[in-house]
């Protein structure tokens, strides 16, 4: 049984496969000719967590495919009252034919690929956000023709995405930098993936010294979902790790901006580079609907 349940699980190969499906199915899409690869099928979307694109694009992508999507609120269900995860999971299985789950610990994803029996697809954790990154990943393709020799900056929190995006772009052949404050680093398993490629990962602390050269720079909010308290305490440790223009003029001058969304314009990434490219940023958002359903037919047809 494949899951979706961080990149880190995925070969190069499985990337590559759902880059080019979802490639196909945006163009048989947009050309009238999309066929209903996931007829009859059934995906259960649990949401511990806020969401806009995850929740809508799943749920038109399997109505695109031919299926249903059911919306699981954590708090609806007897999981927010304790049921526990392997129960669900065993549950679950029994009616539906995927799950994609968004939620806080990683482990409860892998809970209930453990004990279910059905595809399990991660719709963000506090660990990873892989859905988005191959969505991201899609979107510089389709702009450069290409991901392998392409150089990637993240700027700002060593969080879920910078974990993503660390793996999908090491594994998709592009080299990348990171910026982040002191203890605000990217997740130790992700730390010890990336030493095994070498100079294809540098981490500074300076976020002018990761934009160097690159062709895509990359930035997300500095509190996330789960971390509002510490919002005030964040924005003092990320001062200065904010995309503006200056920071900007080090990059390639044809270097794409991406920011899964939502932003928070005048923290890390100002209004003016955010609106210069709000063409890819919105294009980026777009291909969560196309990357997601290459990822569900690639795991439930
Ligand atoms: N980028 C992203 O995952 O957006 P939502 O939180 O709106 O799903
Ligand atoms: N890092 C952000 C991403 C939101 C899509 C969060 O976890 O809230």
Known sequence: MKHL???????????????????????????GIAKKYLEN???????????????????????????????????????????????TARVLSRYLDGIMIRTFEQKEVEALAEYGSIPIINGLT???????????????????????????????????MMNSLIVGALKSGMSISVACPEN????????????????????????KDAVVDSDVVITDVWA????????????????????NDELMSLAKSDAL???????????????????SHADEIFEEAENRLHAQKAVMVYLMR
Not at 187 to 202: I, M, P, R
Not at 257 to 275: D, M, Q, Y
Request: aromatic fraction near 10%; hydrophobic fraction near 35%; charged fraction near 30%.
């Open 41 to 87: 099928k059934t995906l259960g979307m649990i949401f511990q967590k806020a969401s806009t694109r995850t929740r809508v694009s799943f749920e038109v992508g399997m109505f695109q495919l031919g299926g249903k999507a059911l919306f699981l609120s954590g708090n609806d269900m007897q999981i927010g009252r304790g049921e526990p995860v392997e129960d």
């Open 184 to 207: 605000y680093e990217p997740d130790s398993t992700v730390l010890d993936f990336a030493k095994e490629y070498g100079d294809k990962f540098k981490m500074f602390r300076n976020p």
């Open 5 to 31: 349940l961080k990149l880190l699980d995925w070969t190069s190969e499985d990337i590559n496969e759902v880059l080019n499906l979802a490639d196909q199915l945006k163009y048989e899409q947009k050309h």
């Open 257 to 275: 901006v991406l920011h899964c969304l939502p932003a928070h314009r005048g923290e890390e990434i100002t209004a003016e580079v955010f609106e």
């Open 224 to 243: 996330s979902m789960g971390q509002e308290e510490e919002a005030q305490q964040r924005k003092e440790a990320f001062e200065g790790y904010q995309i």
């Open 126 to 160: 506090d660990f990873c956000h892989p859905c988005q990154v191959l969505a991201d990943l899609m979107t510089v393709r389709e702009r450069k023709g290409r991901l392998d020799g392409l150089k990637m900056s993240f700027i700002g929190d060593g969080n879920n």
